[in-house]
């Protein structure tokens, strides 16, 4: 690859070998943006925080040589202010550059304007916050490039929004936390006829009325308007549009009377009611959305009385039922959803003994069970469940003797086990879980350097945990084998940022993230 700066303007040019534009055609990443990390609402979008976002653009895995196209967009970033104009540039190429630099948070307002007319298909800013109307500008100078974009608490206003007509293929968009957002802004947005992705979470003058000219987005799949002013009312205008797929409505103030409105929705798989203060009174209504494959009720004044009537939903994939009024006598009526592949009974007073109603429910993939009544019998109980892959135990009172029954899971993934009561002979019984990527020990205080080293072997961690626990840097030597470690905390241990910060020098490259740090 050849790079020039040229003296008028200093655009990048040259003969460039080019990814292929499928790269960034991938449904889940880029076409579809944000929509996988910011819109997912399950018990495991802790899976899905910052630590899987790409490292900085000058670091590389240590199990490969980096490519001819990394070591030069490196160099790019690297130089970042030489450049006034990537348009030159072919598109997948200045996308390239355009992603590193927001994933090392090095964008500015200068760095921005070289992005100017380079037909972008993604523009995710994720959380920069320095986003203004000059940088909506450039974002509406991709035109009908653009398939993404995400800005969040920013500083945009309804004339920002307003620059987004000239990207009339625009099918997702982001506006988390963006308080300066009003009606007219919202009216813009209903021009916006392609749009499949629509968030505008969290915005403070959003109101029931704003919503009313969405109902012309007819190609909408995916809809996120949790705002604490949103009633029954605002619901109402979203009943013809029959493509939504997902509708998140959590935080709003609405009852379980919204729910006629969205049976008309038949195309609707996941509904997200969390935090909307429902009652048991009206929640027979559920028992009409039998086509849902993921429903969110956390947070609510329900009961086991709301759970009877979700029995025949048998499509459920996912359940979200932490800090409901929920029962073992509640647990009876999911049985039935044979299903389930997420289930999420955090602060429940569900306790060991209603545990055996899952022991059937073996499509379960996540189960959280935070919650401190729960103990090694209910642990026990769980062993037909072999297919989990994540696991919070998080507040739950288990003990070295009760980790014994973690060998049934060989296939999980992350797993939390955080209630205090753990030794190093408790380790032993997790470091034959190799699939293990995130491991949370925090808590348990009589850890020490031996746990580390029994955990040396679990070569696949992305991030692990082991906070408010005797381990030392004299243990930091046992993490040396954990080459694909990128989150590591040992916050109120003996150990300091420098010496973690020696480590990744040395042995993990891939670390970007740790506690304590300077």
Known sequence: MI?????????LMGSVCSCKRDHYADENITRRGFSGRYFKFGSSKWLESSLFLPATCCQFQQSRRPSLMELCICKICKDIDKYRSFSMLPRDISQLIFNHLVDSCSLSDSRIEAFRDCALHDMCMREHTRVNNKWMDVISSQGSSLLSAYISSTEVTDFGLSLLRNCSN???????????????????????????????????????????PLAGLVNLKELQISCSDITNVGVSYLRDLYKLVVLNLEGSVVTASCLDYLTALTSLKSLN???????????????????LKELNLGFNNITDTCLVQLEGMTKLEG?????????????????GLTNLEDLNLSFTSVTDSGLKELSGLTSLRSLNLDARQITDSG???????????????????????????????????????CGGRLTDAGVKNIKDLTSLMLLNLSQNLKLSDTALELLSGLTSLVSLNVSNSRITSDGLQHLKPLKNLRSLYLEYCGVTASEIKKLQATTLPNLVRYRPNE
Not at 3 to 11: D, T
Not at 273 to 291: I, M, P, Q, Y
Not at 325 to 333: P, Q, T, V, W, Y
Request: charged residues 20%; contains cysteine.
């Open 3 to 11: 790079l020039s700066e040229s003296s008028q303007g200093n655009s």
């Open 170 to 212: 625009l099918q997702a968009l982001g506006l988390d936390c963006c308080d300066k957002i009003s009606a007219p802004g919202i009216k813009h947005i209903a021009g916006l006829t392609n749009l499949e992705s629509l968030t505008i979470r969290n915005c403070k003058f959003i109101t029931d009325s704003d919503l009313k």
């Open 273 to 291: 009611v969390n935090r909307c203060h429902l009652l048991d009174d009206g929640c027979e209504k559920f028992s009409a959305l039998s086509s």
């Open 319 to 335: 359940l979200y039922l932490d800090s409901c009024r929920i029962s073992n006598d509640g647990l009876a009526h999911l049985a």
């Open 379 to 417: 642990l026990a109980v769980l062993t037909s469940l072999t297919g989990l892959t994540h696991l919070d135990l998080f507040g739950a009172q288990i003990t070295d003797s009760g980790t014994k029954y973690l060998s049934y899971f060989k296939n999980l993934q992350s797993l939390d086990l």
